[in-house]
């Protein structure tokens, strides 16, 4: 079996979009993945991205992660802006309707799960989802504190169904990548670490090298 890669995924709060442009700039020539956080202000208490904003051609997979109350009005406008799109259990009553809508336009689609959302809340969702993405911080902000605890839910996910493939969201530094690392992550998202880094593409690196 061929190993799947691991990657970091520098992921971008913006108010407006000459703060998005900006942020794109400082990651856009080496990062894989790009998670833009989408925040309305209800959901998490911040807002991100809140508005019709306007993506240039990336080379890169872009994941929109939804901190939304109503993630099904925001997708029936927006969703050719990602690639893959990510909803979080605790906001979506509709699931696999969210789900077929998004198969029909060849979109992928993540779960999100909340740190007090447990996996037995969603084992029966899973079937739906081509990822699981694991917060390891209350959302909203850069910079939460890291809640290790959760990362042992990727291992009950991938009991569950082998082969998804799970992203962690939160407090990822060259000091704790490492645990989700070895709890077998496959995407790690990086907010302050590399977007707030005097230079991110050597930022990006080091947390690439600890993969490894
Ligand atoms: C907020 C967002 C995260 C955030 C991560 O909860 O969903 O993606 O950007 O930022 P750090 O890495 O600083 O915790
Ligand atoms: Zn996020």
């Known amino acids: 079996m061929t190993k799947r890669l691991k990657h970091i995924a520098p992921s971008i709060i ?59 009005k925001w997708i029936a406008k927006n969703y050719r802006k990602a690639d893959l799109i990510q909803v979080h259990y605790e906001t979506c009553k509709s699931l696999p309707k969210l789900c077929k809508f998004l198969k029909q336009h060849k979109k992928q689609v993540g779960l999100v799960l909340n740190p007090e959302t447990k996996v037995s809340d969603v084992s029966d969702k899973l079937k739906y989802f081509d990822q699981v993405l694991v917060m390891t911080v209350n959302p909203g902000f850069y910079g ?46 990086s907010g302050s670490y590399v977007m707030k880094a005097e230079n991110p593409e050597e930022a990006f690196n080091k947390l690439q090298s600890l993969l490894k």
Not at 150 to 178: A, P, S, W
């Open 14 to 72: 913006a108010k407006n979009q000459g703060e998005l442009e900006e942020k794109l700039d400082r990651v856009k020539d080496f990062a894989k993945v790009i998670h833009l956080d989408v925040m309305d202000g209800n959901f998490v208490q911040n807002e991100s991205l809140n508005f019709d904003f306007i993506l240039p051609e990336l080379p890169c997979r872009v994941e929109a992660h939804l901190m939304v109350r109503y993630p099904e």
């Open 144 to 189: 939460s504190p890291f809640l290790k605890e959760n990362l042992d839910k990727i291992y009950e996910i991938k009991q569950l169904r082998k082969g998804i493939e799970v992203e962690v969201d939160g407090g990822i530094t060259d000091k704790t990548i490492k645990y989700a690392r070895d709890a077998g992550a496959d995407v790690f998202v």
